[in-house]
């Protein structure tokens, strides 16, 4: 079998687990689909920061996937989640692929922080717009999917349509990193003087990039809409992207699997520190988050993967 | 007369009170191999930088094959067949050197929509450990290019270069920091690799030995000017070129 | 005219505000090319220990005059505690790890410091603002100031000026700019980078309580207080230019004055503007106003 | 001839980066006053000796003793303080800093009072640097950084002066220099390390000569 | 199963800038309802022991954190805690986001503080509840009170955060205005971001424009902020300004809210609530507790449960073994009327599940000690300052507060 596809086996298998966990525990099948939602972000920051790119500003893509779904479905009256994610996932595509051109100039902190202007001005619009409920944002109900409901009584449908998507997700991107743009990215990261002179264009595998991870970003964003059930500006804000940027770090950016294995561990975690430490989640939270980085040099995926690399000793020239 | 596969005319270039290029004019041949030999700072990289637009001239004008080729980017002049290695190599740091050949290939494919293919990995990797052995680095396939000596670093570069089968290549003092028994070998391949595709090649060089051994011709640049191109031999026995550069004149008086 | 007068004021008392608290920021960052995610909450502590201090302060009735001293007291007590602690006991065990780990770190070291403040002060808000009265007040056309709030923009000239002083003409500040730009070479050379990286992360830290020690009597100290002003900080310093001190000065005059008169005279566009001149800049100067410089490459 | 004890002494030492292996049980010395070149071919280790002497990287086993005192332990900036000087392959100038200020560096750190004296003695030694030491090292070509590298391992290493290839990518007439200049530094007791691929240039005036070879010493 | 503790979700802030203002004394309200409740100490007709019975646990979370975030406990409580009903939530956008997901896991839930009308104005539910009432009183009343009590009155200034909490209020005083005093010109909105903090702009571009009037609904330590900077720069000497939330800061700032002052408590609670058992008991044993007095949110807690204990007591049907279903107290709570520490309180909004009380404004007036004290005290009936039955609040304002008729 061609390298290329060793990420087919796990991830299948990690889907199915995750469907078997939900369905003997129905409690916590809510909790695992807000991480998985939220991996699909981190699935595409991930891509990003294999070219050495930390966006800030996922929140934007992922708000407007959330309000793609509550708006075409409020106003439009459309409900069908396949829909939905597709046109999530197209008006993302074509956002962020204006925006791009423009951002895919940038490199390190200096792209972080204008993707995190970027979605801050999408949250100022959102904010400031009360037709849209504000800060409040609204609720979205009664998505279904090809009639099939996915919410409610009938949120196992919802958690499956989610893990198919994700799947979807990680495949795209693993084979994404086979193609010639996808590789391209690791040399972005290390060194662009030399993918300028090997003929190739730093600025277009970014901007690929970030379209993909845009997408993933909107995937996600839509299906949280739906499963929650509820958007608001909150989905823009820094914070949120920061919380995606948190998540990719601690997964590492060696696979399709671990941004959502990270994401639901979280997820998890968060819970567990909400109901039995109210007064100090943060804490332990952060707490964690510092055992992790010491514990873990190479995030979740580094679990996986062959000896640490000796990367820093890249500095010499 | 077969016309010059690149011409620099007229190039200068200041940067502050230092004059880096002061009309620089050079041909170079198809199929030639020049060498070019200077004092520190002279201009020698200056030369190259512009050639190859990672810098501007401020006056001049360079013809590839007869096109024009001043203000274009780094990327178009590769694109139209004009590679290069640097005096510090610029290497994909935390990739294997494999990986770093592999890089080069996905950057040669990327050109265009091309670019969404799926590249095969194996067949891929058969290539560039190919490429290695042409290079005598096949040891060094798995480490990583940022822990690799410098000299292993400077021959990495150009084979890296070379991946993209330029029909010019220039080479940034490629043999500074290889060991001298092995300097001789490596310019053997480089050469044995430019001579096959029949690329034409200028390189950098502070080694009287290898200029004289592997040049065709040989250009002397001094404070920004060419001194003399010619012949390797007229060149080293040129007074300047003894005094300013080699240093020999003042030990005989 | 008077709106005018009003807007300056305002964009003047602003950007010292944010000049104290980001270059405390960059510093840190030029040094350990650390984005410290906790200096908002850094800051919040100078506020907490100076509206404690203040507070006993005035409760023992002791004179006004001595309070400049005592808020300059907080800021390095504050900062002195949290800058050793955090960078001995925390940040040194990550050393060398690659930036967005660090980054990680921080952030993590953000959220338990936020529950510490809690378990320390409480969640009520905590309020000093004799300073405010006792000082008396200035007029600038109709419009009346606290005379208190001109002390933040003597306190950022002061900051200014000495950190301009000392890493431009100063030899332990070109030591200090040799560390910024390669810490081994610099140990080779016989520079103790190890104590470096703590006088940085120290300043970096009292900077940062140094703004929230004078900013306290002008607020009411509540949980969470540090969590926007952080994002702020990072507006200002990628305007400037990461790591540059002269562009700090450049970029919080541009966040002060853009806010300032968009309060004046777009109020609604006030939640913008900052994002809005921030995408602004960086599109016109990708790396900054004032990029540091590299050593040539290639 | 009783044998007196070496300034540098290199005792068996093991060094490691990551999880490879670089330097097994390297020794060497290096006596008062003496020039002595450390040749191997690429990536056999030379740069690697220097850091471990310099205290850049940690050693896992054996000892590096300095003028009698085991400084195995000793961080990096400390062995500087003891007038050992290096000068690193790579060059690395502080970009923004003037040539000269760069040259200064050292003398800053380790609070020289003869700063301006050292100052001319590197001027003396490299007058190329006399004449570009006001422009920002980031402006240099890559042989004007070596020199100026070169000048500032000399600024603090009165002692032991370190140069990893000194002659790498310099051009042939000044290459020469540096290798007379360095030899003329012997009188006035400084002892000199150098590494390279071959050390013809340095030739006839070293005392001395170790080759490495993978991450082994043998004198000759 | 008739004595098994009666679990109650208490979602309130514990973190974060809404904490120290509202998360807390929320919390020490439950707490302390709860330890009465369980005693059998509360007045009548409270005074059976817990829940019919049953004794009240408390399980309390951290409101922070996101809606998102929100949901997703809401369901831990339901699911993993086995909480019997939810009593919480401060924020709207919580309140909005979790009342669809309270409808479909059929959990009673009861909204303790939160202000959006939207809730049942755009929706019906049945397991939703509001004991306490909405957000445009604050600001209908505000208005009124302003138009009829100040002749000299011209002009108006806002300031309120950028978020729906303050767009709202301003919303609404502004629509008020426009047909209660059509001719008073609005000089400038300002909309600073939640927890700003420093307000010198903001405070001098009001202060430029010179309003009679600055409508606030800010709160919190932004609101003892604009305060404490307001308060040296003049903002209180030359306009009147008018806090509808300003309760919660009394207290603490008595020194800097100078006399004139308009201070609303969101209902007639705290400094407004009227004399009777309930307040009697409540200020005793909120003072004994914390050695401070209650401000609004926690009487909205106490109401709230005051509510949900009474309707589960009705659903009993006088049978102290019988356990209700949720329905039944559902169904006992819609349109439930009682009294609470601040007086009578009437369901009788959206379909008998969102309640509606009077409204109180009053003017500062410090005694020689500097002790704050009220003037001008008006209480506005509850269908002055809420909109009728069926219609919505922004109809409502927008037809002059006047209904269909
Ligand atoms: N950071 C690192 N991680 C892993 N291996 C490394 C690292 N740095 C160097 N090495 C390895 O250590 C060996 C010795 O390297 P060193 O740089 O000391 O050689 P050198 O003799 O100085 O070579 P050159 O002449 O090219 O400078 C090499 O094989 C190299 O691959
Ligand atoms: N980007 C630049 N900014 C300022 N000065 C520069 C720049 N690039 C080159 N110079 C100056 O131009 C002159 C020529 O530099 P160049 O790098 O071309 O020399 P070189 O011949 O390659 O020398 P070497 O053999 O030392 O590499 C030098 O004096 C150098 O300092
Ligand atoms: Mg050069
Ligand atoms: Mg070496």
Not at chain 5, 16 to 39: L, S
Request: charged share 20%; with cysteine.
């Amino acid at each position: 079998m061609n390298r290329t596809f060793t990420f087919l086996p796990p991830l299948l298998g990690g889907a199915a687990l995750i469907a078997l966990i939900a369905w003997f525990l129905p409690s916590w099948n809510f909790v695992l689909a807000i991480g998985l939602a939220k991996g699909l972000p981190v699935l595409g920051l991930v891509l990003l920061m294999r070219g050495g790119l930390v966006s800030f500003g996922q929140g934007l893509y992922y708000a407007l996937g959330g309000y793609t779904v509550g708006l075409a479905s409020q106003y439009f009256g459309l409900k069908d989640a396949a829909a939905l994610l597709v046109i999530s996932a197209i008006g993302s595509a074509l956002v962020a692929f204006v925006v791009g051109l423009l951002l895919s100039r940038y490199r390190d902190i200096f792209f972080a922080m204008l993707t995190l202007a970027l979605s801050m001005l999408l949250y100022g619009i959102l904010v400031k717009s009360t037709e849209l409920g504000g800060t409040d944002g609204f609720n979205v109900h009664g998505i279904t999917l090809f009639g099939i409901p996915l919410t409610g009584a009938d949120r196992m449908n919802g958690l499956l349509l989610l893990i198919a998507v994700c799947v979807l997700g990680a495949i795209n991107l693993g084979l994404f990193g086979a193609t010639a743009f996808g590789r391209l990215l690791a040399g972005v990261r290390d060194n662009e003087i030399r993918v300028e002179y090997l003929g190739a264009s730093a600025d277009r595998a970014v901007l690929i990039a970030y379209v993909l991870a845009a997408v993933m970003a909107a995937l996600g964003g839509a299906m949280s809409g739906i499963i929650v059930g509820h958007i608001d500006p909150e989905m823009a804000f820094w914070a949120t992207s920061g919380e995606f940027v948190v998540i990719a770090i601690l997964a590492g950016t060696g696979g399709v699997l671990a941004p959502f294995v990270a994401a639901v561990v979280l997820e998890v975690v968060r819970s567990f520190a909400y109901q039995y430490a109210p007064n100090t989640w943060q804490l332990v939270l952060g707490l964690i988050i510092l055992a992790l980085i010491l514990f873990l040099p190479q995030g979740l995926s580094g679990l996986v993967r062959r000896g640490p690399r000796a990367v820093n000793a890249g500095e010499k020239s | 007369m077969t016309a010059p596969i690149i011409a620099a005319k007229g190039l200068r270039k200041r940067f502050g009170a230092v004059v880096a290029a002061n009309d620089v004019n050079v041909d170079i041949m198809p199929g030639t191999i020049s060498g070019l030999i200077g004092t520190n700072g002279a201009g020698k990289t200056t030369f190259i930088n512009m050639i190859t637009g990672y810098l501007q001239p401020d006056e001049g004008s360079i013809l590839l094959e007869g096109g024009e080729i001043v203000g274009l980017t780094p990327r178009d002049v590769t694109r139209r067949g004009v590679a290069r290695s640097f005096q510090i190599p610029q290497l994909f740091n935390s990739l294997t050197a494999v990986e770093n050949l592999t890089l080069a290939e996905a950057a040669l494919r990327s050109r265009g929509f091309a670019g969404f293919a799926m590249l095969p990995d194996s067949a891929l990797e058969k290539s560039a450990r190919a490429t290695l052995e042409r290079f005598g680095l096949e040891r060094f396939g798995d480490s990583l290019a940022g822990t690799m000596p410098e000299g292993i670093r400077k021959l990495l570069d150009i084979a890296v270069a070379m991946v993209a089968r330029p029909r010019v290549l220039f080479l940034d003092e490629p043999t500074s920091g290889v060991s001298s028994e092995e300097k001789f070998p490596i310019m053997d391949r480089v050469i044995a690799a430019t001579r096959a595709d029949n690329m034409s090649m200028l390189f950098v060089e502070h080694d009287m030995e290898i200029v004289r051994r592997y040049s065709d011709r040989v250009l002397a640049f001094f404070e920004g000017r060419v001194l003399i191109d010619d012949k390797p031999d007229v060149v080293m026995n040129d007074t300047q070129v003894r005094t300013l550069i080699i240093g020999e004149e003042k030990a005989h008086g | 005219m008077n709106g005018l007068l009003g807007a300056v004021v305002d964009g003047i008392l602003y950007s010292a505000w944010l000049f104290i608290i980001a270059v405390g920021l960059t510093l840190i960052y030029g040094v350990m090319k650390i984005l410290n995610m906790a200096h908002g909450t850094f800051y919040a502590v100078g506020a907490y220990v100076a509206v404690t201090l203040l507070g006993w302060w005035f409760a023992q009735g002791l004179p006004p005059w001595g309070i400049v001293p005592v808020m300059i007291l907080s800021a390095l007590v504050a900062g002195l505690v949290l800058g050793v602690v955090v960078e001995r006991g925390i940040l040194a065990r990550f050393a060398g790890r690659d930036p967005i780990v660090l980054l990680l770190v921080t952030y993590a070291l953000f959220l338990i410091l936020e529950d510490v403040i809690k378990l320390i002060w409480g969640v009520d808000p905590w309020i000093a603002s004799d300073p405010l009265w006792v000082f008396g007040q200035v007029e600038f056309g109709e419009l009346i100031y606290p005379t208190y709030n001109l002390f933040i923009v003597v306190v950022a000239a002061v900051v200014g000026g000495l950190l301009t002083w000392f890493l431009q003409f100063t030899a332990k500040g070109k030591i200090l700019r040799a560390v910024i730009h390669d810490p081994e070479v610099s140990r080779s050379m016989g520079i103790n980078v190890g104590r470096w990286n703590l006088i940085a992360f120290i300043t970096g830290s009292v900077l940062a309580a140094l703004g929230g020690a004078f900013t306290a009597p002008t607020i009411s100290v509540v949980p969470g207080m540090g969590v926007e002003v952080v994002v702020m900080m990072f507006a200002v310093v990628v305007i400037g230019g990461l790591g540059s001190i002269p562009g700090t000065v450049v970029g919080a005059l541009i966040v002060g004055f853009v806010r300032s008169f968009a309060v004046h005279y777009w109020p609604e566009l006030e939640v913008f503007s900052v994002y809005a001149v921030m995408a602004l800049v960086l599109a016109i100067r990708p790396q900054g106003l004032f990029a540091g410089v590299e050593l040539r490459k290639i | 001839m009783a044998e007196v004890k070496p300034l540098l002494e290199v005792d068996g030492i093991d060094v490691a980066i990551g999880q490879v292996q670089i330097l097994r049980k390297v020794s060497l010395a290096v006596p008062k006053g003496a020039m002595v070149g450390i040749i191997g071919r690429n990536g056999a280790g030379k740069t690697t000796i220097m850091r471990a002497i310099m205290g850049l990287l940690p050693l896992q086993a054996g000892a590096v003793r300095f003028d009698g005192a085991d400084v195995s332990r000793e961080p990096a900036h400390k062995r500087a303080g003891r007038a050992i000087g290096f000068a690193p392959e790579d060059r690395r100038l502080i970009p923004e800093l003037t040539v000269e200020e760069n040259l200064l560096l050292p003398s800053w750190a380790n609070h020289h009072r003869d700063a301006q004296e050292r100052l001319e003695g590197t001027y003396r030694l490299i007058p190329e640097a006399r004449e570009f030491r006001n422009r920002r090292a980031l402006q240099l070509s890559g042989g004007q950084q070596k020199l100026v590298a070169i000048g500032r391992a000399h600024m603090v290493g009165t002692r032991l002066l370190m140069l990893d290839e000194p002659f790498e990518g310099v051009a042939p007439a000044l290459s020469k220099r540096i290798a007379e200049v360095v030899a003329s530094l012997r009188p006035l007791g400084l002892s000199v390390l150098l590494s390279g691929a071959d050390l013809q240039h340095a030739g006839a005036s070293l005392d001395r000569v170790y080759r490495i070879d993978r991450g082994q010493v043998d004198a000759s | 199963q008739a004595d098994k503790p009666f679990k109650i979700g208490v979602p309130t802030f514990l973190s974060g800038a809404a904490a120290g203002p509202f998360g807390i004394p929320a919390k020490n309200a439950a707490e302390i309802f709860a330890a009465a409740a369980n005693a059998g100490e509360l007045p009548a007709p409270y005074d059976k022991k817990g829940f019919g019975g049953r004794p009240i646990e408390l399980v309390v979370i951290d409101e922070a954190g996101g809606t998102t975030k929100q949901v997703s406990e809401f369901r831990n409580l339901v699911e993993q805690q086995g909480v019997d009903m939810v009593v919480g939530y401060t924020s709207s956008g919580d309140c909005l986001a979790v009342a669809p997901v309270a409808e479909e896991m059929k959990t009673l839930t009861l909204f303790f503080d939160c202000g959006t009308p939207r809730i049942f104005e755009a929706a019906d539910y049945q397991y939703v509840f509001r004991p306490v009432a909405t957000a445009t009183m604050d600001n209908v009343g505000a208005a009124l009170y302003v138009s009829e009590k100040l002749p000299e009155f011209k002009s108006y200034a806002g300031i309120n955060q950028n978020y729906a909490w303050g767009q709202d209020a301003w919303a609404d005083f502004e629509g008020t205005l426009k047909s209660a005093k059509p001719d008073a010109k609005l000089t400038t909105s300002q909309m600073p971001k939640l927890g700003a903090g420093q307000y010198n702009a903001e405070i001098s571009a009001i202060l430029g424009s010179k309003p009679d009037v600055v409508h606030s609904s800010f709160w919190g330590g932004d609101l003892e902020g604009l305060i404490l900077q307001g308060a040296p720069r003049g903002l209180f000497k030359n306009s009147v300004v008018v806090l509808t939330s300003g309760e919660t800061a009394l207290h603490r700032q008595a020194k800097q809210i100078p006399d004139g002052t308009i201070i609303g408590a969101r209902g007639p609670n705290g400094i407004f609530a009227p004399e009777n058992t309930y307040n009697t008991w409540f200020r005793k044993a909120y003072n004994d507790k914390t050695k401070e007095w209650p401000s609004y949110p926690s009487y909205h807690m106490v109401q709230s449960l005051m509510a949900a204990k009474l309707a589960y007591e009705k659903a009993q049907g006088g049978d102290a073994a019988k356990v209700p279903t949720k329905e039944d107290v559902a169904k006992a709570l819609t349109g439930l009327s009682f009294e609470g520490p601040s007086g009578k309180v009437e369901m009788s909004l959206g379909k008998g599940h969102q309640a509606v009380q009077e409204m109180v404004y009053g003017r500062v007036k410090k005694d020689a000690d500097g002790n704050i004290g009220f003037v001008d005290v008006v209480r506005y009936a509850p269908e002055r300052v809420n909109p009728p039955e069926g219609v919505s609040s922004a109809d409502w304002i927008k037809a002059g507060l006047k209904a269909a008729n």
